[in-house]
């Protein structure tokens, strides 16, 4: 069975509850073709509100980051329970701006894939390498390792659960995208990595966005290769004519 594409519009600490409803509001109305599923991640704040504009259309909500805990005294913190009761269906976890901005590790990120699966969010699970990482041809074992330490625990049955992001840091926010060739290789590497792990069934299963500078130009050819199911999108998503005409690349 094929893959359905999924994209999803990480609006980062970008909008204001006015331009997010608005986006929405645009995202929403220009989403009718079923064959690709999408999502939109705004920030924390404007979560209920945009998933209020969304309810009853074909776009899905995603939050950002989570903390891992129930609840509890952790102050400026928001708990996956917090997320689904206010209408989120994913989470995205481990983005790079997280791992190398705020230090976050692959331990920490694992104990906030368990918190969002046992809460009933689906993950977005971020992976790359950094371009000095890429230049010492080290991007697999990076890879590797990013993946097992994060997915460390899990089963075959995650495979519905998840999505794996590749997004190398060299292409985030930068403009320069890897090539259809480039992406595909990492990708069939990562479905390589789900085969061993798991089994052929749940590899063929898995669904592999890529990420990184992915515009309404390049998004059809980087989505025709055979590994890449649909696109995690940043800067390109905060305009409703460039995430829309990303979505018609992936149909
Ligand atoms: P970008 O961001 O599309 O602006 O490069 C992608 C991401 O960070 O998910």
Same mark, same amino acid.
């Given at each position: 069975?094929?893959?359905?594409?999924?994209?999803?519009?990480?609006?980062?600490?970008?909008?204001?509850?006015?331009?997010?409803?608005?986006?929405?509001?645009?995202?929403?109305?220009?989403?009718?073709?079923?064959?690709?599923?999408?999502?939109?991640?705004?920030?924390?704040? !404007?979560? $209920? %509100?945009?998933?209020?504009?969304? &309810?009853?259309?074909?776009?899905?909500?995603? *939050?950002?980051?989570?903390?891992? =805990?129930?609840?509890?005294?952790?102050?400026?913190?928001?708990?996956?329970?917090?997320?689904?009761?206010?209408?989120?269906?994913?989470?995205?976890?481990?983005?790079?701006?997280?791992?190398?901005?705020?230090?976050?590790?692959?331990?920490?990120?694992?104990?906030?894939?368990?918190?969002?699966?046992?809460?009933?969010?689906?993950?977005?699970?971020?992976?790359?390498?950094?371009?000095?990482?890429?230049?010492?041809?080290?991007?697999?074992?990076?890879?590797?390792?990013?993946? !097992?330490? $994060? %997915?460390?625990?899990?089963?075959? &049955?995650?495979?519905?659960?998840?999505?794996? *992001?590749?997004?190398?840091?060299? =292409?985030?926010?930068?403009?320069?995208?890897?090539?259809?060739?480039?992406?595909?290789?990492?990708?069939?590497?990562?479905?390589?990595?789900?085969?061993?792990?798991?089994?052929?069934?749940?590899?063929?299963?898995?669904?592999?966005?890529?990420?990184?500078?992915?515009?309404?130009?390049?998004?059809?050819?980087?989505?025709?290769?055979?590994?890449?199911?649909?696109?995690?999108?940043?800067?390109?998503?905060?305009?409703?004519?460039?995430?829309?005409?990303?979505?018609?690349?992936?149909?």
């Amino acid at each position: 069975m094929a893959r359905q594409k999924f994209v999803a519009g990480n609006w980062k600490m970008f909008t204001s509850a006015a331009s997010g409803r608005a986006l929405a509001r645009a995202v929403a109305a220009g989403v009718t073709d079923d064959r690709v599923r999408v999502a939109v991640a705004p920030p924390y704040p !404007y979560l $209920a %509100l945009i998933a209020e504009c969304l &309810a009853g259309s074909r776009v899905g909500v995603a *939050a950002q980051n989570l903390y891992p =805990a129930h609840e509890g005294a952790f102050t400026g913190e928001v708990s996956p329970e917090m997320l689904k009761d206010v209408g989120c269906k994913y989470v995205i976890l481990g983005h790079s701006e997280r791992r190398h901005g705020l230090g976050e590790r692959n331990e920490f990120i694992n104990l906030k894939v368990r918190a969002a699966i046992d809460a009933g969010l689906d993950v977005i699970l971020c992976v790359g390498e950094t371009l000095e990482e890429r230049e010492k041809d080290h991007t697999q074992q990076i890879i590797w390792r990013q993946l !097992y330490d $994060a %997915l460390a625990g899990f089963d075959r &049955a995650l495979v519905h659960r998840l999505t794996i *992001a590749y997004e190398p840091v060299w =292409a985030i926010g930068t403009g320069r995208t890897a090539t259809p060739d480039q992406a595909q290789e990492v990708h069939a590497y990562i479905r390589g990595l789900a085969r061993k792990a798991w089994d052929e069934q749940s590899a063929a299963a898995l669904t592999i966005q890529y990420g990184g500078s992915v515009k309404a130009e390049n998004a059809r050819e980087l989505m025709s290769q055979p590994d890449i199911d649909g696109a995690l999108v940043g800067g390109a998503s905060l305009k409703p004519e460039s995430f829309l005409a990303i979505v018609a690349g992936a149909a």
